[in-house]
């Protein structure tokens, strides 16, 4: 396969990892002990952020931008747009990484997802400058090398609004503008195992789903998730940034959202010009027998 379809992918996995695996502690806000007029700050700081993570739980479209820096994948930067049901996508990603740079634009639709690697990528693939990979057949483990993308790419990054809530020094940084929106920052740190102990009341779809990302954080030797998180005066997510030290390097992830419940289009690659990995595999496993 290509290298450049290895770095683009590894820099979109890198980020969505950041992204989904966020979402992991869904944290319930504290029940103060206190008449509701006195209630502890940092229950009604919560109360703030439960607010828009609720929001986001309705959302059916959404766009953003990202940006940040991946261990050991160099830094990434770009712009997307989703529909949730039925799940749609469309972005646009650059990498930097050890002074080499590499361009993709991905498509997820009908459970499929495409990657344009350009002109370098035609190189590879006769003539043919998108890759299709089949989610379904990614997420039964095979041997394709990116089998981790098909079950992260298509994240909400919205959900990772909910885990801010049990970071335990929840605080509000201050009022701050974004694109020009006025919001309010808040800020806290959540380690993986209050994240691990806050799945004990999620159903067993939830608690698997999320168990894996945090396995995937861990391999990477994350021990905490920083996040910072902006919320405008409708208690939407203007912006959210994560952060945690890990032993390729930090991991550093701000996503800026741009719109909300608009109207997505997604349309596949003409056939043409696209290559299935899948059939590719099977044209290697022919050539070994």
């Not at 361009?103 to 003539?127: F, P, S, T």
């Not at 020009?180 to 999620?202: C, F, I, N, Q, W």
């Not at 997510?237 to 289009?265: H, M, S």
């Given at each position: 396969?290509h290298p450049?379809?290895?770095?683009?992918?590894?820099g979109?996995?890198?980020?969505?990892?950041?992204?989904?695996?966020?979402?992991?502690?869904?944290?319930?806000?504290?029940?103060?002990?206190?008449?509701?007029?006195?209630?502890?700050?940092?229950?009604?700081?919560?109360?703030?952020?439960?607010?828009?993570?609720?929001?986001?739980?309705?959302?059916t479209?959404?766009?953003?931008r990202?940006?940040?820096?991946?261990?050991?994948?160099?830094t990434?930067?770009?712009?997307?747009?989703?529909?949730?049901?039925?799940?749609?996508?469309?972005?646009?990603?650059?990498?930097?990484?050890?002074?080499?740079?590499?361009?993709?634009?991905?498509?997820?639709?009908?459970?499929?997802?495409?990657?344009?690697?350009?002109?370098?990528?035609?190189?590879?693939?006769?003539?043919?400058?998108?890759?299709?990979?089949?989610?379904?057949?990614?997420?039964?483990?095979?041997?394709?090398?990116?089998?981790?993308?098909?079950?992260?790419?298509?994240?909400?990054?919205t959900?990772?609004?909910?885990?801010?809530?049990?970071?335990?020094?929840?605080?509000?940084?201050?009022?701050e503008?974004?694109?020009?929106?006025?919001?309010?920052?808040?800020?806290?740190?959540v380690?993986?195992?209050?994240?691990?102990?806050?799945?004990?009341?999620?159903?067993?779809?939830?608690?698997?789903?999320?168990?894996?990302?945090?396995?995937k954080?861990?391999?990477?030797?994350?021990?905490?998730?920083?996040?910072?998180?902006?919320?405008?005066?409708?208690?939407?997510?203007?912006?959210?940034?994560?952060?945690?030290?890990?032993e390729?390097?930090?991991?550093?992830?701000?996503?800026?959202?741009?719109?909300?419940n608009?109207?997505?289009?997604?349309?596949?690659?003409?056939?043409?010009?696209?290559?299935?990995?899948?059939?590719?595999?099977?044209?290697?496993?022919?050539?070994?027998?």
């Amino acid at each position: 396969m290509h290298p450049l379809y290895r770095k683009a992918a590894g820099g979109l996995l890198a980020g969505a990892l950041l992204c989904g695996t966020a979402a992991c502690s869904a944290g319930t806000t504290p029940k103060p002990d206190r008449p509701a007029a006195q209630k502890p700050l940092r229950v009604t700081l919560a109360a703030a952020v439960k607010r828009a993570a609720d929001q986001n739980e309705k959302l059916t479209s959404l766009s953003y931008r990202m940006k940040g820096q991946v261990p050991g994948g160099g830094t990434i930067e770009g712009q997307a747009a989703m529909a949730l049901k039925p799940l749609a996508m469309r972005m646009k990603m650059k990498q930097k990484s050890a002074g080499e740079n590499a361009e993709v634009e991905i498509r997820l639709v009908g459970g499929v997802m495409y990657l344009n690697g350009g002109e370098k990528a035609a190189a590879e693939l006769g003539g043919k400058t998108w890759l299709k990979f089949d989610l379904s057949g990614l997420r039964k483990g095979g041997q394709d090398p990116l089998a981790g993308l098909g079950g992260q790419a298509d994240r909400n990054p919205t959900e990772d609004s909910s885990s801010l809530t049990a970071a335990k020094d929840l605080k509000k940084v201050g009022q701050e503008t974004v694109d020009g929106v006025s919001t309010t920052h808040y800020a806290g740190t959540v380690p993986l195992d209050v994240m691990r102990a806050s799945l004990k009341g999620e159903d067993a779809a939830t608690r698997q789903r999320r168990e894996k990302s945090l396995e995937k954080y861990e391999e990477m030797g994350v021990k905490a998730l920083t996040m910072d998180m902006w919320i405008d005066g409708n208690d939407h997510t203007k912006q959210f940034r994560t952060r945690a030290a890990a032993e390729k390097g930090p991991l550093d992830l701000t996503i800026t959202f741009l719109d909300y419940n608009k109207p997505v289009v997604v349309k596949a690659p003409p056939a043409s010009a696209t290559a299935d990995l899948a059939e590719m595999f099977k044209g290697i496993e022919s050539g070994q027998e």
